[in-house]
């Protein structure tokens, strides 16, 4: 069973940048789409950005489009989200999960798709 490590979250001000990271341990994750997910206090998890096991396709949610940039290292084992731009919205706890091997755009959007999920980092942006 894979187990998933966030890093890379604090406190930045509006507008500025973090980089974000997901290192798996346990079994490798590299035939499957990881996706990043995010929770504010008293909201649902709000799907971010998801990658298909190639890295050819990325998938991001309307709030993030443009601004957020997922990759991978298969290699490494570790997923990347780049967050750019960064407004108070974002603040949340951001979790990385393990995906199924394929799936569509809605499908790569549907938390009930992804499992393993990691214990979060937490993002703070400033107004």
């Known amino acids: 069973q894979v187990q998933l490590v966030e890093s890379g979250g604090g406190l930045v001000q509006a507008g500025g940048s973090l980089r974000l990271s997901c290192a798996a341990s346990?079994?490798?994750?590299?035939?499957?789409?990881m996706g990043w997910f995010r929770q504010a206090p008293g909201k649902e998890r709000e799907f971010v950005a998801a990658i298909s096991w190639t890295g050819s396709r990325t998938y991001y949610g309307d709030s993030v489009k443009g601004r957020f940039t997922i990759s991978r290292d298969n290699a490494a084992n570790t997923v990347y989200l780049q967050m750019n731009s960064l407004k108070p919205e974002d603040t949340a706890v951001y979790h990385c999960a393990k995906g199924p091997r394929i799936c569509s755009a809605t499908g790569c959007s549907d938390v009930e798709n992804f499992g393993s999920w990691g214990q979060g980092t937490q993002v703070i942006v400033s107004s």
């Open positions: 346990g079994r490798t994750i590299s035939t499957y789409v």
